[in-house]
T-cell receptor
């Protein structure tokens, strides 16, 4: 069966520090991968998606970047965090069709 | 890109009541998905719909794919406290998955 792992679960980082969130999927090949951000427990904002290794599509101009170094690995990064980067970050995969989510990372930038 | 309009934004109901929420789009969708998100966790898929007119149940949950392919509804019968959470509709837009803004459900016991 397929599983998705996302870590860390919570993170508190100072403004200006770098960020690296990692997501890995097991039990499937060549999935579509997604990073979403959720503010204040409401809507899901699509940040990046990837249909293959090295292929990244950005949905929203921002302070973040994404990379897909391996088929089932998706990384969300920032060189210098801003206060506005705080939020709940969710990784998801689909093959394609239904999407399945990780447990999320609660990022607080202080 | 496509957008989904989900309503109501929130509901505060008595335990045991039935719940109904819906999602509409100005464009045709070929798949409708319904998710539930518990606080602090990732959304979990409840029901997937693939055919116009399809009516699918999952326990106390029932969802329908509108015949025009531009809408879908989710019903929850006899609500219980653990139904609390945010419910999202979603549909594919090319390689992306578009989500509605969510319906926050609160249940009074």
């Amino acid at each position: 069966s397929q599983t998705i792992h996302q870590w860390p679960a919570t993170l508190v980082q100072p403004v200006g520090s770098p960020l690296s969130l990692e997501c890995t999927v097991e039990g499937t090949s060549n999935p579509n991968l997604y990073w979403y951000r959720q503010a204040a427990g409401r809507g899901l904002q699509l940040l990046f998606y990837s249909v293959g290794i090295g292929q990244i599509s950005s949905e929203v101009p921002q302070n973040l970047s994404a990379s897909r170094p391996q088929d089932r690995q998706f990384i969300l990064s920032s060189k210098k965090l801003l206060l506005s980067d705080s939020g709940f970050y969710l990784c998801a995969w689909s093959n394609p069709g239904e999407a399945f989510f990780g447990q999320g990372t609660r990022l607080t930038v202080v | 890109g496509q957008q989904l309009n989900q309503s109501p934004q929130s509901m505060f109901i008595q335990e045991g009541e039935d719940v109904s929420m819906n999602c509409t789009s100005s464009s045709i969708f070929n798949t409708w998905l319904w998710y539930k998100q518990d606080p602090g966790e990732g959304p979990v898929l409840l029901i997937a719909l693939y055919k116009a007119g399809e009516l699918t149940s999952n326990g106390r949950l029932t969802a329908q794919f509108g015949i025009t392919r531009k809408d879908s509804f989710l019903n929850i019968s006899a609500s219980i406290p653990s139904d609390v959470g945010i419910y999202f509709c979603a549909g594919p837009d090319g390689n992306k998955l578009v989500f509605g803004a969510g319906t926050i459900l609160r249940v009074k016991s």
